[in-house]
């Protein structure tokens, strides 16, 4: 099995730079509902130190300075490139799974190259729409994930194609990858794995004994540990194991609603 991850680089601060090119090499930043906080944040604006989730106030005398540029949330534009981005890539695939707004899974089983594939799907949403993306390829989606995530982060070494089928680049990279960057995993479940099992790496999660992983988290990190192996889990159109627990809205209203 071949899957590729293909997700949108900063996806809100470059819907915004379409329409404002100008601002392709300048700090960007998109703010939440209400301009309460920073939502995304393109890579000049990470190297000026900014982080998700920090509250707009405390970049205005940033913006002031003319150092960043802070947008509006503006979801019918996403929205829009969202679709256009999916239909460019159902076109060029056997299957497409939609994940989020910027990101989806594509089924490249019978794909002869499927970094060529890649190279090209990406050159077709950016001629197309102008959406830089990052595209990872591997045998899980887990594996996929991770390869999406060396891609950006490698971004002038790969040119954000990574293709990661070969066991010996897995390892390479799994001995790398915090397992916080793993799939399902995240901060606080990374802390625990290393408080309570001393995991650190993703290879330290690949090669965890799975019945001690389920015992004392859950089958889901067991079989997020299985897609690092290479063993698929994970169907291609679930959603994997980032399962929703929960629906909030971000802001109240100062008197009761009827």
Not at 141 to 153: D, E, F, I, Y
């Amino acid at each position: 099995m071949t899957i590729a991850l293909i997700d949108a680089n900063a996806f809100y601060c470059s819907a915004q730079i379409l329409f404002e090119p100008w601002l392709r090499d300048s700090a960007v930043v998109v703010a939440s509902n209400g301009d309460g906080c920073v939502v995304s944040r393109n890579d000049p604006a990470k190297a000026l130190g900014i982080k998700m989730g920090q509250p707009v106030f405390e970049l205005r005398d940033l913006e002031a300075r003319n150092q960043v540029k802070i947008f509006s949330s503006n979801y019918s534009l996403y929205q829009s490139l969202s679709n256009r981005m999916m239909a460019i890539l159902e076109e060029h695939s056997p299957r497409i799974s939609p994940y989020s707004i910027d990101e989806c899974f594509s089924w490249l089983d019978g794909i002869a190259d499927p970094e060529a594939w890649g190279r090209q799907a990406q050159a077709q949403v950016m001629r197309r729409i102008g959406l830089p993306v990052g595209v990872g390829i591997g045998p899980t989606k887990t594996l996929a994930k991770l390869a999406n995530w060396a891609a950006k982060r490698w971004k002038a070494k790969t040119g954000c194609v990574v293709l990661l089928t070969d066991p010996s680049r897995q390892e390479k990279l799994l001995r790398y990858a915090p397992v916080g960057e793993v799939w399902g995993i995240g901060r606080r479940l990374s802390a625990r794995l290393e408080s309570e099992l001393s995991i650190k790496t993703a290879w330290q999660l690949a090669n965890a004994d799975p019945k001690l992983l389920r015992r004392y988290f859950s089958v889901y990190v067991e079989r997020t540990a299985r897609e690092l192996c290479g063993i698929p889990c994970f169907p291609f159109g679930d959603t994997g194991p980032e399962r929703k627990q929960q629906i909030i809205s971000s802001r109240t209203f100062g008197e009761k609603i009827y």
